[in-house]
């Protein structure tokens, strides 16, 4: 077998959901749209049922029905992209909460489900989900005598604390919701590490549970490791890889991994990368190709089976930083092709 194995430490996205929890003020939720960061949102809502989560978050009502089925009757499934026109009936059937963002959605659901449970986003200032100040003024009152389950925000800018940002979407929310007494909900993984005053009733991590920034005290999750498909000896001045970006200064022996772009290894990863044989660092070498690597293990003593793209001297930020983007990405992006273990004990 050559595909590369991706191993899911499912007890550590439950010590992270413990971590955060410690640091929320009210009820600590659990973000699993995406797949759960493509982790696979039924193991990982499994996972987190079992550490005492009960409100979970996803993006649209397709994925609420899978961690319905995942963790049966009892636990809150809220959708962030609220009541669209065909997701009435996923709605009832499988007990999902809409987030309503608009007018036109609260009215849509009201009229196709009065008595179904529902919640509002407001727009605080990211403008990208939720009624704005005014609309809300003009519904509110419609809105509190059908008794919302909750209001939520969403905070642009919580990954930097020092951002004013964060302070002004706080006044925005509080001016929209004080005084309601109705449970609200404002803060991501950032949020939670802005404080208190930004937690409320309930908060909604999600990268941080899978070991990602801004989370820095997070537990490591995510273990890739890459079969060795082949290893050679290249002399001086030899080339490796497509176009022949990269020159050998000496001798050197390399392996070839099979891993690539096809599987979430962003290809301008390649000159900023190593893959690790314990904790030893052999540097990338050539362009990443769309299944196949080439990786200057002369360093080593023997040729390992395996080396590893992920693990705990390598995480999912620092992918992310070496290709210029988010660990968010990097995780949504790990690949189909992998074997997929789940640590469960
Ligand atoms: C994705 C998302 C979250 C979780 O954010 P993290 O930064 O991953 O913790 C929370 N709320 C909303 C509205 C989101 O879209």
């Known amino acids: 077998m050559s595909t590369a194995t991706l191993t899911i430490d ?178 991501a993984t950032g949020g939670i590490l802005l404080g208190n005053s930004y937690h409320f009733e309930l908060t909604r991590p999600g990268v941080g549970l899978y070991g990602g920034a801004p989370f820095e005290t997070a537990q490591s999750v995510v273990t890739l490791d890459v079969p060795v498909i082949q290893v050679r000896d290249v002399d001086t001045g030899e080339t490796v890889g497509y176009s022949n970006t990269w020159t050998a200064p000496t001798p050197r022996k390399i392996a070839t991994v099979s891993a690539g772009y096809a599987d979430g290894i962003m290809r301008n990863l390649g000159p900023n990368l190593s893959l690790y044989s314990e904790r030893v660092a052999c540097p990338v070498v050539g362009r990443i190709s769309m299944d196949l690597i080439g990786v200057d293990i002369t360093l080593l003593a023997d040729t390992p089976n395996n080396l590893q793209l992920l693990n705990s001297l390598q995480s999912i930020d620092d992918l992310a930083a070496a290709a210029d983007t988010i660990g968010y990405e990097v995780l949504t992006s790990l690949g189909s092709r992998y074997q997929r273990r789940y640590r469960e004990t």
């Open 10 to 187: 499912l007890m550590s996205i439950r010590a992270n959901w413990r971590a955060l929890s410690a640091l929320s003020a009210g009820v600590t939720g659990a973000v699993v749209k995406a797949n759960g960061y493509g982790l696979d949102a039924a193991r990982v809502s499994r996972a987190l049922a079992q550490e005492g989560a009960r409100h979970f978050f996803v993006a649209v009502a397709e994925e609420g029905a899978v961690v319905r089925r995942a963790l049966g009757p009892g636990p809150k499934i809220y959708v962030f992209s609220g009541h669209m026109e065909t997701d009435t009936s996923l709605i009832r059937d499988h007990q999902l909460i809409p987030m309503i963002n608009s007018v036109d959605q609260l009215l849509r659901h009201v009229e196709a489900m009065p008595d179904v449970e529902f919640g509002v986003q407001l727009d605080s200032g990211m403008n990208r989900l939720g009624l704005e100040p005014l609309e809300w003024q003009a519904v509110r009152d419609l809105v509190l005598r059908l008794k919302p389950e909750i209001l939520m925000s969403h905070l642009a800018c919580a990954d930097d604390p020092q951002h004013t940002m964060n302070g002004q979407q706080l006044r925005e929310f509080r001016d929209m919701t004080d005084g309601l007494n109705i449970p609200r909900s404002l803060a």
